[in-house]
């Protein structure tokens, strides 16, 4: 029997995992399945608990588990621990193994598919939620010239903020979208959930600088954000090829292998 995967979230049947994970499987020869579950919104730790004991070997978390997923880990990556959050478990034994994907998977993209560099650059990070918590420490580790976190609650971007005081060289800013006008930014990354819902953010004009990237965590769609960063002629990408790499990232720890993902992220946006 191939070893079992599976992705839980709610709702799920959206989710591409399955079949990026498929084709990871196809490419490297790896006997394995995955599979699309659908936890109860107040049953994922029984849900999760139940696919380990049946024989699973691993899973993928997403929204809204992300938190509870960290809670339920027995054992944590550094990176899952300065992100609050995990979207990436294995099982051994009795061990649950807590890691967090997303930021890695986030600067692979933006570096090795879109050929932006970080370092040196005015990045802004709009949002202070599980999505935010996840990227803050690989955006840090690229050493931009400065990491603005801005939230519609300013409390919470100065709470998220200050979890990152001292770990790497740049201090994160935090502050609301009001205190945005008059600033400009080379990456603008939107971690919020207003992609979902097709919401506009009240950002400033003219805050997306000349020739830089707004990068939109939400995928398959075109959201207001993307629109807002397509009239002020910057450069707009979703977050397909972000969920292609963090996937590579989890097969990679589960397999011992790193899957070559252009392949992987050409099918998906041919289809």
Known sequence: MPDRYAVFGNPISHSQSPRIHALFAAQTGEEMSYEALLAPLDGFATAVRAFAMSGGRGANVTLPFKEQAFCLATELTPRAKAAGAVNTLSFDGTALRGDNTDGAGLVRDLKANLGFDIAGKRVLLLGAGGAA??????????????LTIANRTEEKAFRLALAFAGRRGTLPEACGFTALTGREFELVINATSAGLSDTALPLPPRLFAARGLAYEMVYGRETAFMRQAHAAGCRVADGLGMLVEQAAEAFQGWRGMRPATGPVLARLKSR
């Not at 918590?133 to 840090?140: F, K, M």
């Open 133 to 146: 918590h996840g990227v803050v420490l690989p955006l840090l580790d690229e050493q931009p010239a400065a």
